[in-house]
Every structure is written in C-alpha cells, then in structure tokens.
C-alpha cells in the first residue's frame, strides 16, 4: 500500500474517531433501559464472575458485547464511584471506528484502493454507522465481524495463507455471539467457498482450496461451540424476540416480506428509520450526496449482471446485500428498520464508493484532473457537514432524541446518587416493560446509574423498587423519599391521598415524595 493511500485512510480514521468519540459522555443523551440492561448484566457478570455467552434477560441477548463491556466498567470504576453510560458506549466508538477500517480493507481486496477509500469515508461520517456507534447495543459487531471475517477469508483465497483462514474463521465465529441478524451471514460464506471451488478447480488446485476451507472450518466449529451448545440446551432462547415480529404471525406473510423488503430498498434514499434512537425523523439513512452515489453505484452493479458479467466483486455485493436485507424483510414491525439491518453498512458504502469513483472518474475525463479532485473533494466536505449538523446538532439536541433514551431516568439515577446513602429511598416503577426479576424494564436505567440491579446492591445503597401495588408494604412512620419513575398525575393524587405525611417535590426530570 502506498504512503498516499496509508496517509488517506489515517485521515479517514482520524474522522471516524472523531464523529465517534467526540462528547460521548453528553451525546446521545440519558441511557436508554436496553443499554443499561446490557451494564447491569456487565456488572452483575464481574461482581460474581459469572460471565456467560448468552444472557436471557430482556428476551435474551448474546454474551460478547456484554462481556467486553464488563472489561471496560471494571477498568473505568477503578476511576469512577459509579457507572456512567459512556463507560458502556465506548466499546461501540471503538467497534465503530475498526469497522471503518475493516471496509476499507475488504473493499480494497475486492475492488481497488479509490473506492475503498470512498467507501470508509463515506462510512466514517455516516449518521447511520455513527448512531449505533455510540450506543450500547450489541449489533454494533455485526458490521464490524463481518466486514473483518469476510476480509480475511477473501485474503486466505488469493494468498493462500493458512493464518488468513484462521483468523476469518474465528472472526466469523464471534459473529454468532452477537445479534441474531448475523445468523443469516453464512449464505455470504457459502456463496465465496462456490465461486472459489469453481477458480481452484480450473486452476487445479482443489487441494489448496480444501486445506484452506478446513482450516477455516476448524477454527469456526472452535469458536461458535459454546454458544451452539448452549442454544442445544435451551432451545427456548433460540430466536428470541425474533418470532413476535415475524411476518409468518401475520396472515399473509407474502405480502408482509414484499412490504418489508420494498421499506428496505427506499431507506436509503427516500424514507428511513422513524425510530429517533435509530435515525432521525425519518430522513432517509443516506445523505443526499451518498445517496446518490449510492443508486450509482447499485446500477453499475447490476448492469454488469444484467450484460452476464458474472464477476467475483459484483456477485459478492449483490448477495451480501440480499442476504443482509432478510433480517429486516422478514419481520414487520418498525420497518424501514435501521438496527436490523446493520449488516448492510459496510455493503451499501460498498455501492456508495463505486458511485464516487465513477464521477471522480467522469469528472477527470470531462474537465481537468484538478478539476475533478476539486469536485469530489467539495462532494466529501458537504456530506461531512451534512451529517456533522444532523447529528451533532439537530438530533442530539432534539426533545424527542432525550425521551427517546430516558434521559429523564438517567437524570433520576444520578440525583439518587447525590443522596446519603442511610437515607431510605424508593424507586415506584410505574412504567410498563418487559419484566425483569419482577421489576418492569424502565427501571434498568436507574440501577444501572446508582449500581443497585443486585439485592445486595440495593441493601447496600438503601435503594429499592417498588410496584404500583407494593404501596400498601410501606412503613408510614418511616422517613423516606419516594420517586416515581413516571410523571404521572394518578400517581401524584394516589401518593398525596395515601400518605398525608408526604412533601411534593418538582423536579424538571421526575417528582420527589417526601415523607417527614
């Protein structure tokens, strides 16, 4: 690789780093409950050495980013008296920034340097690939094992290296430890382990070919069983939450995966994720520029499949791209779906940098060589500030981005956490959620905030949780601070009739009960 193109893609990370690092303990706002069930099973796992690879609580999640997590909140609390959210989001700017770089390399070996490098641009400052690397869920690892894994199986079929294979097929194991969008990933794989079959046996060199597909093999079957054994034993956890949203509860599941995979095709350029945690307002995932690169690149693809030009790269992008969108079609709910289809970034920048070497290359042709650098180079600046604004800007400072992830909770964890720890205090959860050892989801974000998800915690902290019927269990002659969870007026009144002992606090996030 060149100095040239060595000091671009440092450029590149240097962005990536930026729009992924920069004001993450603000920005997003508050810690959504799913993010904070994440931190509490991290920390729940390093209080009792209890590190598992499949984690059942709130519908059941894979063990690996929970686990890194761990590592992180164990290193940051040497430092920190409590928790806070960006202790878990930055493993996701770390995971974020190598993704970008992982694209590159793959694109590069798939295609050449110039759209490889427009592709990790164009990643590294997407709203969409930024979003998701500042929060703390687990798909995060899905762009990022993947472009990795695919890269170095790519890399074992032209070097004919064995440590290639050994690393794509450890990589491409870790992949099934993450969000359950991957499982469909292997159809990638068999599509590469074909066409290559096919090169190798015309070269007559079926011998390599099956040396490097056994090595990858062994060291995929390694990785993968733990959690493949686990998912024997409890067969329950397999899809998760996946069945609820399927289109096959619904009575036409045709028409239900046409729907979903239409929403899919049009989220890049028309409309998005309305989900203000996934994207924001719906805008499309794709910049006006990207976007249009992007349906440049998509029918320079397709027009060489059209015209029979059956070439690796193009087949490679049309099949991660159909493969990748299935997680996404074949479910119903929140579609376009942003999250669900994670793993079609690195292929969609895919499309985007065939698209903008295609005009670089027009633009040459047409006017001068410095004309054309000037062109695209005003292209890159106006989607860098494109979506430096949506995101930094107008989202992160919007009302409905700080709802969105519970910033008022968040707020509530933290005004516990000023308190003295011999004062008696309640947490009324009166907010609806998937229950978690009894306690409804919502209530993850404040034991995550005041460390207190353990009943020992809780003891410790003098910190407890209570439900909308557990009022009754309440010790009048106590002196207490009770706060709900919710602003809500019948709870006011209720509180107010209940205990005529009690002092009305307002606060701008949430409401103080005091008992004197």
């Given at each position: 690789?060149?100095?040239?193109?060595?000091?671009?893609?440092?450029?590149?990370?240097?962005?990536?780093?930026?729009?992924?690092?920069?004001?993450?303990?603000?920005?997003?706002?508050?810690?959504?409950?799913?993010?904070?069930?994440?931190?509490?099973?991290?920390?729940?796992?390093?209080?009792n050495n209890d590190f598992?690879?499949?984690?059942?609580?709130?519908?059941?999640?894979?063990?690996?980013?929970?686990?890194?997590?761990?590592?992180?909140?164990?290193?940051?609390?040497?430092?920190?008296?409590?928790?806070?959210?960006?202790?878990?989001?930055?493993?996701?700017?770390?995971?974020?920034?190598?993704?970008?770089?992982?694209?590159?390399?793959?694109?590069?070996?798939?295609?050449?340097?110039?759209?490889?490098?427009?592709?990790?641009?164009?990643?590294?400052?997407?709203?969409?690939?930024?979003?998701?690397?500042?929060?703390?869920?687990?798909?995060?690892?899905?762009?990022?094992?993947?472009?990795?894994?695919?890269?170095?199986?790519?890399?074992?079929?032209?070097?004919?290296?064995?440590?290639?294979?050994?690393?794509?097929?450890?990589?491409?194991?870790?992949?099934?430890?993450?969000?359950?969008?991957?499982?469909?990933?292997?159809?990638?794989?068999?599509?590469?382990?074909?066409?290559?079959?096919?090169?190798?046996?015309?070269?007559?060199?079926?011998?390599?070919?099956?040396?490097?597909?056994?090595?990858?093999?062994?060291?995929?079957?390694?990785?993968?069983?733990?959690?493949?054994?686990?998912?024997?034993?409890?067969?329950?956890?397999?899809?998760?939450?996946?069945?609820?949203?399927?289109?096959f509860e619904k009575p036409?599941?045709?028409?239900?995966?046409?729907?979903?995979?239409?929403?899919?095709?049009?989220?890049?350029?028309?409309?998005?994720?309305?989900?203000?945690?996934?994207?924001?307002?719906?805008?499309?995932?794709?910049?006006?520029?990207?976007?249009?690169?992007?349906?440049?690149?998509?029918?320079?693809?397709?027009?060489?499949?059209?015209?029979?030009?059956?070439?690796?790269?193009?087949?490679?992008?049309?099949?991660?791209?159909?493969?990748?969108?299935?997680?996404?079609?074949?479910?119903?709910?929140?579609?376009?779906?942003?999250?669900?289809?994670?793993?079609?970034?690195?292929?969609?920048?895919?499309?985007?940098?065939?698209?903008?070497?295609?005009?670089?290359q027009l633009t040459k042709?047409?006017?001068?060589?410095?004309?054309?650098?000037?062109?695209?180079?005003?292209?890159?600046?106006?989607?860098?500030?494109?979506?430096?604004?949506?995101?930094?800007?107008?989202?992160?400072?919007?009302?409905?981005?700080?709802?969105?992830?519970?910033?008022?909770?968040?707020?509530?964890?933290?005004?516990?956490?000023?308190?003295?720890?011999?004062?008696?205090?309640?947490?009324?959860?009166?907010?609806?959620?998937?229950?978690?050892?009894?306690?409804?989801?919502?209530?993850?974000?404040?034991?995550?905030?005041?460390?207190?998800?353990?009943?020992?915690?809780?003891?410790?902290?003098?910190?407890?949780?209570?439900?909308?019927?557990?009022?009754?269990?309440?010790?009048?002659?106590?002196?207490?601070?009770?706060?709900?969870?919710?602003?809500?007026?019948?709870?006011?009144?209720?509180?107010?009739?209940?205990?005529?002992?009690?002092?009305?606090?307002?606060?701008?996030?949430?409401?103080?009960?005091?008992?004197?």
């Amino acid at each position: 690789m060149s100095k040239k193109i060595t000091t671009f893609i440092l450029l590149i990370l240097i962005i990536a780093s930026f729009f992924r690092f920069a004001n993450l303990t603000s920005i997003p706002p508050g810690l959504y409950p799913d993010e904070a069930m994440n931190g509490n099973n991290a920390l729940f796992a390093l209080e009792n050495n209890d590190f598992r690879v499949y984690y059942p609580e709130n519908n059941g999640r894979e063990g690996l980013f929970i686990n890194i997590q761990a590592l992180f909140l164990k290193f940051f609390l040497s430092f920190s008296n409590y928790p806070q959210a960006w202790m878990l989001r930055i493993v996701s700017a770390i995971f974020g920034t190598l993704t970008v770089l992982g694209v590159f390399l793959l694109i590069k070996t798939v295609f050449n340097s110039q759209i490889a490098l427009f592709s990790s641009f164009f990643l590294a400052i997407s709203f969409w690939h930024v979003n998701f690397s500042r929060i703390g869920f687990r798909a995060i690892l899905v762009p990022f094992l993947l472009s990795w894994s695919l890269y170095w199986l790519i890399k074992a079929f032209q070097n004919k290296k064995m440590g290639s294979a050994i690393f794509s097929g450890i990589f491409f194991g870790l992949g099934f430890y993450t969000y359950i969008a991957f499982r469909v990933a292997p159809i990638i794989i068999l599509f590469i382990l074909i066409y290559n079959f096919i090169h190798f046996r015309r070269q007559k060199e079926l011998k390599t070919f099956l040396k490097i597909i056994l090595i990858w093999f062994l060291f995929f079957i390694i990785t993968i069983l733990p959690i493949a054994l686990y998912f024997l034993h409890n067969p329950q956890d397999f899809m998760g939450r996946a069945t609820q949203v399927s289109i096959f509860e619904k009575p036409n599941p045709l028409w239900e995966f046409i729907k979903s995979f239409v929403k899919t095709l049009l989220m890049f350029n028309f409309v998005g994720d309305c989900n203000f945690r996934h994207n924001f307002s719906c805008k499309p995932e794709l910049d006006f520029i990207a976007g249009a690169f992007f349906l440049i690149g998509f029918y320079l693809i397709i027009k060489k499949v059209i015209k029979k030009q059956f070439d690796f790269a193009s087949l490679f992008l049309i099949v991660w791209f159909l493969v990748m969108a299935m997680p996404v079609s074949f479910t119903y709910e929140g579609v376009p779906h942003a999250l669900r289809s994670i793993g079609l970034i690195p292929c969609v920048f895919a499309f985007v940098g065939i698209g903008a070497s295609k005009i670089y290359q027009l633009t040459k042709q047409n006017f001068s060589s410095k004309t054309g650098r000037y062109l695209i180079l005003a292209f890159l600046f106006i989607s860098l500030a494109i979506n430096y604004n949506l995101y930094f800007l107008k989202w992160a400072n919007n009302q409905k981005t700080y709802y969105a992830f519970n910033a008022n909770y968040y707020a509530l964890g933290n005004y516990l956490n000023q308190l003295p720890k011999e004062q008696l205090k309640y947490i009324l959860v009166n907010a609806n959620g998937v229950l978690v050892n009894n306690i409804p989801m919502p209530a993850q974000t404040v034991m995550f905030v005041t460390n207190t998800y353990s009943p020992q915690n809780q003891q410790k902290r003098n910190i407890f949780y209570l439900l909308p019927s557990d009022l009754d269990k309440l010790n009048n002659s106590q002196s207490f601070i009770l706060i709900p969870l919710e602003k809500d007026e019948k709870t006011k009144n209720l509180l107010l009739q209940k205990f005529s002992n009690l002092i009305f606090e307002e606060n701008k996030n949430f409401w103080i009960f005091k008992s004197i």
